[in-house]
C-alpha cells in the first residue's frame, strides 16, 4: 500500500479574485455549477450533508441537489430517516460541493425548512417508476433482517403499471436557506483561494479568506 502521507496533488487549473465576483453567491454557485456540467464533472449535484442530532452528534452522508432557488438549494429524502430527525432536532446544517477535475470546492450552511407538498409532488412524479417504488419501500436508515424482504416488496409495488404510486408523506424536499457560502479554488503550494459570502442584517459580506 502506498504510504498515505505521500500522497499528494498539485492544483494548477485556476484562480480566485474575490473582487471580481458578483454580490450574490447563489448566482455564482450557479455559474460555478453550469462550468461543473460543461466539464462533465462526475455526479456534480452530488453534495456531503452534514447535520447534528439532539446530542450534539455530527453526521455526513451524499445527498444529490435537486434545485437552486433564489434563496438557496433544495434536496430530497424521507423525513423519517436520520437526517432527517436531525433536521428535526436541529435545523441548522452544512453541505459540501468537490469538483476534482475543476479543483474546486463550494461549501455552504443554512437553516433548512421543508419546501411544499404541491413541490414535492412535482418532483416525486417526475421521478422514475422504479425510485418511485423505493422510496415507497424503504424505511431509511431502520434495520431491516434482510435484503430479500425490500426486494420482494420493490417486486409487488412495480408489478402492475397501471397502479399509480403514491408520493409517501414521509417523503419530500428540504431547502437549505443559505446564509454562509464559500467558494474554493486549489492552487499551487496549498497556497489556494478562498472567497466567503456571510448574510449580515439581511445583505451578503464579501471577503477573502487565508487558505
Same mark, same amino acid.
Given at each position: 500500500m502506498k504510504n498515505i502521507a505521500d500522497i499528494r496533488k498539485e492544483?494548477?487549473?485556476g484562480a480566485l479574485e474575490?473582487?471580481?465576483?458578483?454580490?450574490?453567491?447563489? @448566482?455564482?454557485?450557479?455559474?460555478?455549477?453550469?462550468?461543473?456540467?460543461?466539464a462533465e464533472v462526475l455526479e456534480a449535484n452530488a453534495m456531503v450533508l452534514g447535520t447534528v442530532n439532539a446530542s450534539n452528534r455530527p453526521s455526513s452522508r451524499v445527498v444529490l441537489l435537486k434545485e437552486i432557488t433564489d434563496d438557496g438549494i433544495v434536496f430530497f429524502t424521507n423525513y423519517a430517516s436520520r437526517k432527517g430527525q436531525d433536521i428535526e432536532a436541529n435545523p441548522f @446544517? +452544512?453541505?459540501v460541493f468537490f469538483w476534482a477535475e475543476l479543483?474546486?470546492?463550494?461549501?455552504?450552511?443554512g437553516e433548512v425548512r421543508k419546501i411544499s407538498e404541491a413541490d414535492s409532488d412535482a418532483?416525486?412524479? +417526475?421521478?422514475?417508476?422504479?425510485s418511485q417504488a423505493g422510496a415507497v419501500v424503504s424505511n431509511?436508515?431502520?434495520?431491516?433482517p434482510d435484503r430479500e424482504g425490500l426486494d420482494a416488496q420493490m417486486a409487488a409495488l412495480l408489478a402492475d403499471e397501471s397502479i399509480k404510486i403514491e408520493r409517501p408523506k414521509h417523503w419530500g424536499g428540504y431547502e437549505i436557506v443559505v446564509d454562509r457560502v464559500e467558494f474554493w479554488q486549489g492552487r499551487p503550494g496549498r497556497v489556494h483561494d478562498?472567497?466567503?459570502?456571510?448574510?449580515?442584517d439581511g445583505a451578503w @459580506?464579501? +471577503?477573502?479568506l487565508s487558505p
Open positions: 492544483y494548477t487549473k474575490p473582487q471580481t465576483m458578483g454580490n450574490d453567491p447563489l @448566482v455564482e454557485f450557479k455559474a460555478w455549477f453550469q462550468q461543473a456540467l460543461d @446544517v +452544512s453541505a479543483e474546486r470546492q463550494v461549501r455552504v450552511e418532483y416525486f412524479y +417526475s421521478r422514475p417508476r422504479i431509511q436508515s431502520q434495520v431491516i478562498r472567497a466567503c459570502y456571510e448574510k449580515v @459580506v464579501k +471577503s477573502r
